[in-house]
């Protein structure tokens, strides 16, 4: 009997493809080099990669909408603010007004030049006080507090 040749060759194959390292990519390694164990691995990977980078993409959108919500509150703040600082404004300028008026009633009644001299001392102080932008307008008006009460006594000393 004749040994056949032709057994060699797919016995060197087989043996090349059982020895050669498998692969989890089907692009690499052909039909017969692919591995179920490693494309599941590849897959894992993958996997933790894309919840990693949800979780990282989650974190992000709560920290935006933290600080959207800052935002938001801080100008609520400010807007309420500057209501309040612009009604304070306005406050100041009544009083100032009504101050203005009691000291040119003291001075239109003034019997002296001394008296109306006095009075026009106190509207220039009112006035001055009313003017001085850096300061709040609350501050403004409890500083003109003490002065209306000199007007006031003032006008009661001219009424007797």
Same mark, same amino acid.
């Given at each position: 009997?004749?040994?056949?040749?032709?057994? &060699?060759?797919?016995?060197?194959?087989? &043996?090349?493809?059982?020895?050669? @390292?498998?692969?989890?990519? *089907?692009?690499?390694?052909?039909?017969?080099?692919? !591995?179920?164990?490693?494309? #599941?691995?590849?897959?894992?990977?993958?996997?933790?990669?894309?919840?990693?980078?949800?979780?990282?993409?989650? #974190?992000?959108? &709560?920290?935006?909408?933290?600080?959207? =919500?800052?935002?938001?509150?801080?100008?609520?703040?400010?807007?309420?603010?500057?209501?309040?600082? =612009?009604?304070?404004?306005?406050?100041?300028? =009544?009083? @100032?007004? !009504?101050?203005?008026?009691?000291?040119?009633?003291?001075?239109?009644? =003034? *019997?002296?030049?001394?008296?109306?001299?006095?009075?026009?001392?106190?509207?220039?102080?009112?006035?001055?006080?009313?003017?001085?932008?850096?300061?709040?307008?609350?501050?403004?008006?409890? #500083?003109?507090?003490?002065?209306?009460?000199?007007?006031?006594?003032?006008?009661?000393?001219?009424?007797?």
């Amino acid at each position: 009997m004749k040994p056949r040749a032709g057994w &060699a060759a797919p016995a060197i194959a087989l &043996a090349a493809l059982t020895a050669c @390292e498998t692969t989890g990519d *089907p692009r690499q390694g052909g039909l017969f080099g692919w !591995s179920e164990s490693k494309a #599941r691995e590849r897959k894992e990977q993958r996997q933790t990669r894309v919840a990693r980078a949800e979780t990282e993409l989650n #974190r992000e959108n &709560a920290q935006g909408a933290a600080l959207e =919500s800052r935002g938001e509150t801080a100008t609520k703040s400010l807007g309420a603010a500057q209501a309040r600082q =612009s009604q304070d404004e306005k406050d100041l300028r =009544s009083y @100032e007004a !009504s101050l203005l008026e009691k000291v040119d009633r003291l001075e239109q009644r =003034s *019997p002296t030049d001394a008296t109306a001299s006095r009075a026009r001392v106190y509207r220039l102080k009112v006035s001055n006080i009313a003017a001085q932008q850096a300061t709040p307008p609350r501050s403004r008006a409890e #500083r003109l507090k003490p002065l209306e009460t000199e007007i006031d006594a003032a006008l009661a000393r001219q009424n007797r």
